[in-house]
């Protein structure tokens, strides 16, 4: 098995970088690629298993756009047959059409799905999240300069179904995007760590259907906490 984790030296805002970490952690035979920036990327000469790309500082999400769009007909490729990608926080943004700063210039983006999003760098907005995926209940933050909004197409398939916080945007349930076995989400985390159940579904798509996850007991533990903390309607959301 093969897991590619994309830009690690700058993708690695908000303990994002841990998602790879625990992947490794839990497959200690899979061969585990860090891809830098100026490399070029396995999956674009050979398949890979898994692609996982994290959180970035807005400077960085303009290089990494740029460095993915060469590889944009392989990535879709890789998509319709079913690879699994995992993106998380602002990496998200990548997928859509654009990215449009608060001068009106934009940042064009690979264009997976009719979504962009608009940036206000002056109002970081910072929450916790409860959402559901299929069975599963989601737990985990958001952090962000920017939201989500669709391009009027109406057409992208939401990740997450948004319970306590915000979705793309601050009072829209549909949150993230799911193409086949692509997840992107702007939850951070890191994602895989607070959510077991999610993280055993991602290994059942890899073939992986009975393992330990490390320290189980105890992020298990946490995780209902973490649940019953996020349902209470005595805690906040934004922070």
């Known amino acids: 098995m093969i897991i590619e984790v994309l830009y690690p030296e700058f993708c690695n805002l908000f303990g994002d970088a841990m998602n790879a970490e625990f992947l490794h952690r839990t497959l200690p035979d899979a061969e585990v690629v860090k891809t830098s920036f100026k490399k070029h990327p396995v999956f674009a000469d050979r398949d890979v298993d898994f692609v996982y790309l994290g959180s970035m500082t807005e400077t960085n999400q303009a290089l990494a756009a740029e460095a993915l769009k060469q590889h944009r007909t392989r990535i879709f490729d890789m998509i319709d047959s079913g690879t699994v990608f995992l993106v998380t926080g602002n990496a998200t943004e990548l997928f859509g059409t654009h990215i449009e700063n608060e001068d009106g210039s934009r940042i ?3 264009g997976l799905f009719n979504l962009h999003s608009k940036r206000q760098m002056m109002r970081r907005y910072s929450s916790i999240y409860l959402g559901t995926f299929e069975s599963i209940e989601i737990v985990g933050f958001k952090s962000q300069f920017a939201h989500i909004y669709d391009d009027g197409k109406n057409d992208t398939p939401a990740l997450f179904e948004t319970i306590r916080g915000a979705g793309r945007k ?17 939850v951070l985390g890191p994602l895989l760590i607070l959510n077991p159940p999610f993280t055993r579904f991602l290994l059942n798509l890899l073939g992986i259907h009975s393992c330990v996850l490390p320290y189980e007991n105890e992020i298990l533990t946490a995780y209902n906490a973490r649940l019953s903390e ?5 805690t906040g959301t934004e922070y």
């Open 108 to 110: 064009e983006t690979l």
């Open 170 to 186: 601050p009072g829209q349930t549909e949150e993230g995007a799911r193409i086949n076995n692509f997840f992107a989400t702007s």
């Open 230 to 234: 996020f349902k209470d309607p005595n």
